[in-house]
């Protein structure tokens, strides 16, 4: 078998969330994340697909949402993402905390964890998320939205994420197959439940970690909970390349699907997070100009023909808009 090529890392991460207006409000407004791309989820076309990134859509920066308002609560557990985190830059996270305790964000004391700082944090639907505090080298490819916080602590894409498996055995394998490399092992911090996580690192520098902690807790997937983690696979060629990969593992891959936005691959790796392969092309911007991202429904081809009836089924939403003011506090 061909060594596929690395993976730089995460592509995205894609949630479930319960009410839109509220999951629009916190991401955009209390965040400080761009809406880049507000469509439907292709699956299930009566519910929203919600996309936060940095200014330009890089690859490493999307947060994604799919708001189901009738699905209960979910329960974080073994087999899914405990945990999704983003990098903040070194000395930002004073001003995060003041800005949770101004608009009543349920945040827990910092933890230090593989020599970095963490802020671990909620949103209004539960999702467990984190801020790391890290160096933002000069030439990094994300591209700070300062519409509602000054660039000078605005999230720069995703830092890690963290995965709960009963075995975690076949699941590293796996990982160093994709291409990242074990790092080092540390005593857990915070209210993890497992005593030690091994961290793997891919190329980066964007969502270059994938955190796995051996645990056995009872999962529910709803709302508060991550639907799949996504890794780059840039090109189609990378793509199939990794797709052989993960199938000669005793894995079951899809056929590669095409998302409108980017090519996808899924599987489920052996302790159940279901995985993600994932092109960077051809982009957010290739639908609408990159200054109008966010501000339309798009409804990707085959349900253009669908819109009278697909808007009529979606709730109405309202994205937040900042006075001047705030941006430059």
Known sequence: MTTPTPTPGIHHVTCIAGDPQQNLDFWVETLGLRLAKRSINQDD?????????????????????????????????????????????????DYWEDRFDQYEVEYDDRVGRFGETVLPFRDPD???????????????????????????????????????????????????????????TEQSAGDDPADERTRFAARGPVGKYVDVLPTIESSRQGRGTVHHVAFQTPTDEDQ???????????????????????????????????FELATNGPGYDSDEPLDELGERLVLPGQFENRREEIEAGLPDVTIPRADSAEADD
């Open 45 to 93: 076309p009566s519910t929203y697909h919600f996309f936060f990134t940095d200014a330009k859509g890089t690859p490493g920066t999307s947060m994604t949402f799919f708001p189901w308002s009738d699905l209960p609560q979910g329960k974080v557990g073994t087999g899914q993402v405990s945990r999704t985190a983003f990098r903040v830059p070194n000395g930002s996270l």
């Open 126 to 184: 539960g999702l467990p998320v984190e801020l790391v505090a890290v160096e933002i080298p000069e030439d990094d490819p994300t591209v700070p939205w300062d519409e509602f916080v000054p660039e000078k602590h605005a999230i720069r894409g995703f830092h890690s994420v963290t995965l709960w498996e009963a075995d975690p055995q076949p699941t590293e394998d796996l990982l160093q197959t994709m291409g990242f490399e074990e790092v080092g």
């Open 240 to 274: 199939a390349e990794m797709r052989n990969a993960v199938q000669s593992q005793g894995l079951r891959p899809t056929n590669q699907i095409n998302r409108h936005w980017f090519r996808s691959v899924y599987f489920r790796e052996s302790g159940g997070v279901l």
